[in-house]
């Protein structure tokens, strides 16, 4: 027999313990004594659909992918009407997909483990409806709030306001409306839950995106790109529509062809939707000799590879999303010590502050001009990353910032009695 403080389920429609700032979470709340069960997505190396990991017990289930879902730039009308089709039922078949599963998959561990809390990290936003069946017979609600599903939509297909979105943002509403709390991840999230969602602002908390300094931490450089000689940059990070990549690749271009800097070499580290158009872009802007997109690689790698950095760069453009959205990847450079160059949004500069050179939003050639500036000043470089190292220890590394996460379970379970479980 073993005493908890109360016990977890969570739902993540990602990979784990891959996702992040899922881990830390589940890592968070075992150590402060709770029992945490998590439902995602099983990677290619998964062989059974169970594991056990630093005693988070984890529960593995297939990835369906109905269509792909990328963007194309300046489709033409007929095109457009079949892109967003195709997209509305792919989103639409997936959602139902993880939520039937999340509820079967429930159904046992409630069975096996028992639980006391749905902590459900979004998207998507159906995940309310597993919630509402076990409400009735006293379980709590917690919503994770990841991703404004609405502006999600309306950035990553340039899209209008429209029946899709105002279906997204009935979901949302509805599971803020369910849930016993909700978790923000910045204040722009926390003010959007209050004013669209009606959520009572002390069952609001905000739990920022903050590093863990165990995992994030300088390694021994890549030898293979210290010995090019060259100005390292690196990008590390999901590679879907929204999230700019696109515009790094022609602010290379820019750097390369109107700026005529070819001493650099870029590393564009991570997977999403868009890998494969990305790597097609860079090779019709004939950037092969100064651009590595390298796709999924281990954390090893990926630190090793970031310890060589001299730049670090945030390509997120200007969008409903991203202008208030706080991005981990802007954290994890600043725990390396590494300058930034990103756009100017509202919670970039909130996070990354001295950090970061900022340029005007989405203009390609000014982020050039910003990794050229950078590239000539060591000093300012070293400056920079000196400043968002310690902005991290002193304030926004996750052993800080996860304490609200402890604080809002307290406030959710209160002073009840340690729950027995076998």
């Known amino acids: 027999m073993t005493t908890t403080r109360g016990r977890v389920l969570m739902f993540v429609e990602n990979r784990f313990p891959g996702d992040v700032r899922v881990k830390n979470e589940a890592d968070m709340l075992t150590a402060a004594g709770y029992s945490v069960t998590v439902i995602g997505f099983r990677d290619k ?7 056990v990991v630093d005693r988070i017990q984890v529960y593995l289930v297939p990835q369906v992918t109905a269509f792909t879902k990328t963007r194309k730039d300046n489709p033409s009308g007929l095109e457009r009407v079949w892109l967003r089709g195709i ?41 309310f409806l597993v919630a509402a069946v076990y409400k009735p017979f006293g379980k709590k ?5 990841h991703d404004l599903c609405p502006e999600l939509y309306l950035s990553r297909y340039r899209a209008d306001n429209g029946l899709l979105a105002s279906i997204l943002g009935v979901l949302e509403k509805a599971s803020l409306k369910l849930a016993d709390i909700t978790i923000a991840t910045n204040e722009s999230y926390r003010n959007i839950q209050i004013q669209r969602g009606g959520v009572r602002p002390e069952n609001v908390f905000v739990v920022r995106n903050g590093p863990n300094l165990r995992r994030v931490a300088l390694r021994s450089p890549s030898e293979r790109l210290r010995t090019m000689n060259k100005s390292i940059l690196c990008y590390v ?4 529509p929204q999230d700019g990549v696109d515009y790094l690749l022609r602010s290379l271009r820019d750097l390369v062809q109107k700026l005529n800097r070819k001493t650099f070499y870029c590393v564009i580290m991570g997977s999403g939707d868009s890998l494969d158009d990305l790597r097609t872009l860079a090779r019709e802007l004939n950037l092969d000799s100064y651009v590595e997109l390298t796709g999924y690689i281990s954390e090893e790698d990926l630190m090793r590879n ?6 670090c760069v945030d ?13 981990i990847k802007i954290m994890e450079y600043m725990a390396l010590g590494k300058p930034i160059v990103t756009y100017d949004l509202k919670e970039t500069r909130w996070s ?20 050229a500036t950078l590239m000539d000043r060591p000093d300012l470089r070293a400056q920079m990353g000196e400043f968002g190292r310690r902005r991290i220890e002193t304030e926004l590394k996750w052993d800080i910032v996860g304490q609200n996460l402890v604080r809002a379970y307290a406030a959710l379970l209160g002073n009840r009695s340690s729950v027995q479980s076998t």
């Open 87 to 127: 997209a509305l039922i792919g989103y639409a078949w997936e959602y139902i997909y993880f939520t039937s599963v999340c509820f079967l998959m429930s159904l046992y561990v409630l069975i096996r483990h028992g639980f006391d809390v749905i902590h459900a990290h979004n998207p998507p936003d159906t995940l």
């Open 45 to 51: 190396q998964d062989t059974t659909m169970h594991k």
């Open 141 to 145: 609600f917690v919503f994770d709030h």
């Open 315 to 327: 390509p997120d453009p200007s969008s409903p999303l991203n202008d208030v959205s706080t991005w």
């Open 306 to 311: 970031l310890s060589a950095a001299d730049i």
């Open 237 to 240: 990070g999901a590679l879907n």
């Open 352 to 371: 990354a502050q001295e950090a970061a050179l900022y340029v005007k939003p989405n203009d390609e050639f000014a982020f050039a001009e910003g990794i």
